[in-house]
């Protein structure tokens, strides 16, 4: 029977392990360096819209929705459901040419939206007061997942489907036999597999340096705020909010607790260099400014946000690839390796369909969606070199959200 170690116990390498499982391909271990979640998947907004600028990232998309519809059905009795509320992407005019162009792209591969103008927007969601001249692109099938409902649910799905997941095993490195890797080095000795899928996220650069290989992938600080308590549930959808600096949508501490959660970047911030296994990402934090500065910029959008503050703060990180796409596939130059890494924005919206391809590619399967424009494969050294050696801070890079 094959054996399978996932290296990585966030929303990527569980949405892997869960699938390998689902595939009853062999035996699948998943090992943390910390505790499941430890990294951005409990920190994230969790929105997920389907609406994305590449035909790959798309049709990928297509099955992440798909997939989390069907997650919430087999997850439901561990304490998880996709909120269906719709994702509502909104641009300002200067902005909505480049989407306009997409249109075609959404038509010929059948995924359904609706452009609104600003009055539609105010007719079909109450608490939503755009600006007269917005645009919003909206997916009805988008939404959002809670994080601190979605990763325990899946470990503990995982566990119950005979995953044996290990937390506080860090991975030091890959054992490389003829060429091919054969399993993992741990503090507990080395671990035979027949596949290692390595889904660290923002220690994917470090981790692979040390395995010989140059990923061009850079990670940034990014930071998500949930409000006090509402006296009532805000009728919004989840929005991406770029001409208003963030974005926004309804949070759910529990059945009855009904918040705001809301997000944004720090223009003005360098990249974060994640050097080696022992960082962690509570050692990040986010200036204080940008609590009032987000409740300023999204008030004006979001009325009801005006009675609230804000109660908690997740910093974390996000990753992106230097043309800012997803790196999803096998290594030419390391067999028996398969990589996920570099989702933007959007690592949670990905993660149901990155966790099946991965498991396909694992699993010797044809994957479900031709992701070679993701291949780890398609930067060449000297252009990897290059985009390593500069520093880049948060406003160059691409803004590519969920
Ligand atoms: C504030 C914030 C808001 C966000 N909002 C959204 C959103 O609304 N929608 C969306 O789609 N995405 C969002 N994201 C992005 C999303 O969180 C990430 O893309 C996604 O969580 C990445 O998942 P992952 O499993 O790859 O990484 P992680 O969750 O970071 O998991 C990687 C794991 O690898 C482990 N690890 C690292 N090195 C080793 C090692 N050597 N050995 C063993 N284990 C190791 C770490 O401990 C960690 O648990 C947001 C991110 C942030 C920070």
Redesign the pocket.
């Known amino acids: 029977m094959p054996r399978f170690i996932v ?7 569980l949405n892997t392990a869960y699938r390998l499982a689902r595939m009853q391909s062999g035996q699948v271990t998943l ?4 505790l ?13 819209t389907g609406l994305l600028w590449s035909e790959t990232g798309v049709l990928a998309r297509m099955i992440s929705l798909r997939l989390y519809q069907e997650l919430s059905a087999d997850l439901e009795r561990y304490g998880y459901r996709f909120q269906n509320v719709g994702c509502l992407n909104l641009f300002d005019p200067a902005s909505w040419t480049e989407r306009e162009a997409l249109l075609p792209l959404y038509d010929r591969l059948g995924f359904a939206y609706e452009v609104l103008d600003a009055a539609q927007m105010r007719r079909r969601w109450p608490d939503l007061t755009p600006e007269a001249d917005l645009i919003g692109l909206h997916d009805a099938l988008g939404g ?1 997942s809670e994080p601190h409902e979605f990763v325990p649910a899946l470990a503990r799905r995982c566990r119950d489907l005979g995953v044996e997941i290990r937390e506080n ?4 490195g890959l054992q490389i036999e003829n060429g091919r890797v054969v399993g993992v080095q741990t503090a507990m000795g080395l671990l035979e597999a027949d596949v290692v899928i390595c ?5 994917t650069a470090a ?1 692979m340096e040390r395995c010989g290989v140059r990923l061009p992938v850079k990670s940034f600080v ?3 705020y949930v409000s006090s308590e509402l006296q009532e549930r805000v009728s919004i959808p989840a929005i991406n909010a770029n001409p208003y600096g963030g ?1 926004i949508r309804p949070a759910r501490l529990g059945t009855t607790d009904f918040r705001i959660l809301a ?1 944004g970047e720090t223009e003005d911030r360098e990249e974060e260099r994640v050097d080696g ?1 022992a960082f962690h990402m509570s050692v990040l934090s986010a200036p204080r400014s940008l609590r009032s500065h987000l409740s300023k910029n999204l008030a004006p959008l979001v009325p009801k946000l005006a009675a609230t503050h804000w109660e908690t703060e ?6 992106f690839s230097l043309d800012s796409e997803p790196v999803l596939g096998k290594l030419p130059q390391l067999p028996g390796l398969v990589v ?2 570099a ?1 933007h ?7 149901p369909v990155a966790g099946l391809l991965l498991a396909e590619l694992a699993a010797g399967k044809s994957p479900s969606v031709d992701i070679s424009s993701f291949s780890p494969g398609r930067f060449t050294a000297e252009e990897t070199d290059a985009y390593l050696a500069t520093t880049v801070v948060q406003a160059d890079a691409f803004r590519r959200r ?1």
């Not at 090992?31 to 910390?34: A, I, T």
């Not at 889904?199 to 220690?203: D, G, I, K």
């Open positions: 290296i990585g116990g966030g929303a990527i390498g090992l943390d360096k910390g499941v979640g430890d990294g951005s998947s409990s920190r994230a907004g969790g929105i997920i959002y095993a860090g991975v030091n889904t660290v996220h923002a220690w981790f990014h930071q998500r974005y997000g296994p997740q910093v974390g990180l996000i990753s996920g890494a989702f924005s959007g690592g949670f919206a990905y993660s969920h």
